[in-house]
Structures are given as C-alpha cells and as structure tokens.
C-alpha cells in the first residue's frame, strides 16, 4: 500500500486512506458499459465525498441503509415510497430539468415540464370537447373551472390537429380517485382529442392543496428536516400529438397556499397560472386559459428542447 | 426568478436552474437538528452534482429507485440488501475507516477494524479456553486450525484481563450456519474470555473464500459493474474488555484468492495473517498465532482512535 506515501507526495494531509475511492471505483470491470461506467465511478465519488466530508457515523449510515429498506418495503403498485424520497431531496424535478434541458422561465420555447408524480392512470376516459371530468356524485363542494386553450406547434404557431390532452387532478379532500374508496373510478381525469382548429376545453374543478403521504418513510425525512409535505394546488397534464415530443406537466394556481415551498420542488413561474371569476356559465365559478406550445420530435432534436 | 440574472452576474454559462439546489437545501426548516441540516445539506448538494454532471436521466433514475425499492422488498430479519448494496460501493468500509480514524496499516495503534458484516449473531456459545467452534459432525473437509494470541493495552502492552473474544466464520462451503439448514445452530462461533495473562486459544477451521449473496439488487450491481461477487477467505471478530473500546475487525488469509480485490473493500495490510503448518497437534494441521490491542476508553479519546 502506498497511502502514505502519496500523502507525503501531493503534500497534503490526508486523514484517510487517499486511495480508497479510486480503488473502489477501478473495481469495475471492462466489460460494463461506458455509461454505467461513468455513472458508477461518479456515484462512488460523490458517496464517498458525502461520508467524509461529513465525518459520517457508523449508526447514521445505518440508520439511512434502514430508511431505504423501509422505502422499499413500503412501495407497492400503488405507491412508489423510493420516488416520494427523491421527490421531497428535488431529484425528480431536477432530473426532468435535465431531460428536456428547459429553461424554467422561457417564454419562446415549447410549454415547460414539471414531473409526472405517482398518480398518473393509463387509459383515462376519452370524452368529448366540452365535457365534465368531475363525477355528479361528489365533489359538490368543489370550483366548478371552464378550462380552454390551443395546442400549437411552438415554432410555426400553427394549431396541432389530433393532439391528445390528458389531464388528471385531486378532488377537494385532496385525494386522486384511486387513493380515495368514496370517488368513483377515473374520476377527475380524461384525454381530449383536438381537431383542426388545435382547441381543447372541459369542465373540472380548481384545484386544492395536498399533502404528499406522510406515513413513511419520507414523511419521516420531512419531520427531521422540519418541512412541511404540502403541495400547491396543480392539474397534471400529458399532452401527446402525432409527429410531437410528448410534455409531461403541471399548471399551479397562482393564489395557492405553498406556491412559493412545494414540497417536491416542481413549481416553474411559466406554469404558474390564474383562475379568474367566469360569469355567464351557470356551470362555472371560474375560467382557466391555457395553451400548450409543443414541438415536432424534428425541432426537438435541432434545438435539443 | 432570477436564475437568468444570475447567471449573466457570475460570468457563466448555466446550463441548468443554478439556484434549483440552493432552494431545496433552504427549505430545511429551523427545528432541524445542526447535524440533521448539514447532512442533508451535504446529501441534497451531492445527490444535485451526479445528476447534473452525468446529465441523468428519467429513466436511469427511476431505475435507480426500483433498484433501491427492491433492495428494501428483498430485505428481512435475516439479510439487509441496502447494505449489502452500501458494501460493494466500499461505503461500509469507508465509514468503518471514518468512524475508527485509524490509519490502515499502522503497526503502533490499536488492533485496526473492519466491517461488522450481515452475519454476526449476538449470544455465541461461550466455550472454555481451548475449546474446538467447530461441529464434530460436518465440516469433515475443512483444515483445522489452532488459533492463539494474547490480548493486551495498546499502550502501556499489559495482557487485558476477562477480555471476550467473539469470534464466527464459514463453513468450507461458504455458508454461515444460519444461512445453511444442514450446520447445527451457533456452528463456528464462539466467546471466549481471557484470564489474567491475556491469552487466548481455540480450534477453529481455515475459511474459505465464499461470494455475497448475489441473487438481488446487489447482485444486479456487480453484474453491471462487470464485477465477481467473492470475498477473500477471513475470520471475523468482536473483542469486547472492561473499560475499552470494542472492535469489530477481520483477518484475511494472505494467500486467499481475491485477497487483491475484495467485493466489499474490506481488506487492510494490518488484517493479513499467515497459516501455518503445525506440527505435534493430531488436532490442527495449522497454527495462526494473532495478538490483539485494544485501547481503554480514555486513550481512545485522547488518540482519537
């Protein structure tokens, strides 16, 4: 070993074993891919620098092997504890950031992306323009919102025919349908079709803020960082077309509570929008513009949005 | 927002949000503990730095996250694959290293640590000096072996005492008995408390190198990573004494394969011991003499060991 040695030779003190990080990270062999390559040398690194610069104990580094374990043990189909722990640390937003490599205030660019959390249900109903995505039978209490806009092609500002709007947000007691026994299925979501003019509109209801769960092990992060779990009112949306990069997003209400300290990090100002009172619709306490600028997979590439 | 003002300000080029990183590590609230906000400090900017500078993305996050879920799915009473997947990073080792703040191959210091493993089990056998840890009606094919040293003050060399010298290994097939239904319970180990002049003695077996379980995310880990999942042939160790500090450590058989490339870093200069052939002992065809020295809670305090 020449640990000391090289101590001596870069003349630094090193108060641990100088080599140890690089031995672990040459452990790869040459058959791993270069991606994964470089992904594990880096991770390695980082993880190493994080325990020492920190000093880090053998019962804190126990207590966050035990923590993962009990992610793990609570996720299921229905809930992803794992994702939640990375959601509440900014890594999901973070990392869609990277992905679509979006400036989170652009207004000349295709509409910005916010993450797609844990609640998004393939196959929501397909309904008709002008149609209602709130159940009859609840929700009573609920805004009733007029929600409408045009899906255009960034570039070319021309309206994208056969793009497909799909939109899904919490009821008023802050739950989606499929955590909530009393809301019928698929209620508060569905996919609209647009025609020739690009259009889109339906009724829903302005939304509410929402805890994320709290009951595990992220809820247990949030406490000892003293946060709150608390997420500003938001409608999701997966927006689709024929020859387009899809757009996985989030629309937040300007006057919610918790605008300004989500939780999970997603808000951009581009997507920060206003409901405003909308009078003459005996269905609607309030109206929701709202346009979606998508770009061509061919655009996409050339801008690398 | 002002990430566009700020990055025209410093000079630079930011590709990315560059005060994202900065919001989350805010959001930590005042009630945290001091230790609690550097941690996640630390963790946030680290976690931030490898997806930025890998440019990660959405799905090699998420599979990351089922990684890390199915680490805690795959986890029980018996196996803790979160840190398992910790030890092939040599995370374990290095925090070990931290925590014991010994240099590794230091000659004039305490007996240097090693990692606790998955497989201690608390309340070994207490066995009589001399005794034999091996079960008369298996392991038929392993090389016994007469292991003796003394165990003494670091310091001062005086032998300790009523020192407890809890000492477990594996079968020559590789198992630990309480991963294999044909050892009998408590098979290779065993506690052993030293008299007056410090010594201790018992039969044990020469080990064998053995693999980590690999049929899990750890598993998966290595093969990626292009890497063997074997340990080095080791014996492990817990020595506990009256008023000194434990520690928990592993010697290596030098001329173990995979002695060089340990798959959880644990291997030290000052762990490597020799068996050697023993003659005059029907009972043991080697002998590995091993002394241990331990310091008393009040050097380990003044040494910072």
Same sequence: chains 1, 2.
């Avoid at 007691?173 to 909530?180: A, I, M, W």
């Avoid at 508060?188 to 889109?200: A, E, I, V, W």
């Avoid at 206003?274 to 590439?301: I, R, V």
Wanted: glycine share 6%; aromatic share 10%; net charge negative.
């Amino acid at each position: 070993m020449t640990s000391k040695d090289t101590a001596v030779e870069d003349g630094k003190q090193h108060r641990y074993d100088p080599n140890f990080t690089q031995a672990v990270i040459n452990a790869t062999g040459p058959k791993a891919t270069p991606r994964v390559r470089q992904l594990a040398a880096s991770l390695i690194q980082h993880l190493h620098d994080f325990a020492r610069e920190n000093e880090l104990a053998v019962d804190e580094w126990m207590q966050g092997v035990e923590l993962m374990n009990a992610a793990g043990q609570m996720s299921n189909d229905k809930r992803n504890e794992g994702q939640l722990l990375c959601d509440i640390l900014g890594l999901e937003s973070l990392v869609d950031e990277i992905t679509y490599r979006l400036a989170s205030d652009a207004t000349d660019e295709p509409t910005a992306t916010a993450i797609l959390g844990p609640f998004y249900r393939h196959n929501a109903p397909q309904r008709d323009m002008g149609a209602c995505i709130v159940s009859d039978e609840i929700n009573k209490q609920g805004d009733r919102t007029w929600m409408h806009g045009i899906v255009t092609d960034f570039r070319t500002g021309e309206p994208i025919e056969g793009a497909v709007v799909d939109v899904w947000h919490t009821a008023p007691n802050g739950l989606y349908e499929q955590q909530d026994p009393d809301q019928p299925e698929m209620n508060l979501r569905g996919r609209f079709t647009t025609g020739k003019d690009g259009t889109y509109n339906f009724y829903c209801l302005r939304p509410v803020p929402y805890p994320i769960p709290y009951d595990g092990p992220a809820g247990k992060v949030l406490k000892a960082l003293d946060r709150h779990p608390m997420r500003p009112a938001h409608i999701h949306f997966l927006l689709t077309a024929p020859g387009y990069k899809p757009i996985v997003t989030q629309i937040f209400d300007r006057k919610s509570k918790y605008i300004e300290n989500d939780a999970v990090f997603a808000v951009k100002d581009s997507l920060i929008v206003d409901f405003t009172p909308f009078k003459g619709d005996p269905n609607a306490e309030f109206e929701l513009p709202y346009d979606f600028k998508m770009a061509s997979f061919e655009d996409a590439k050339k801008h690398g949005v």
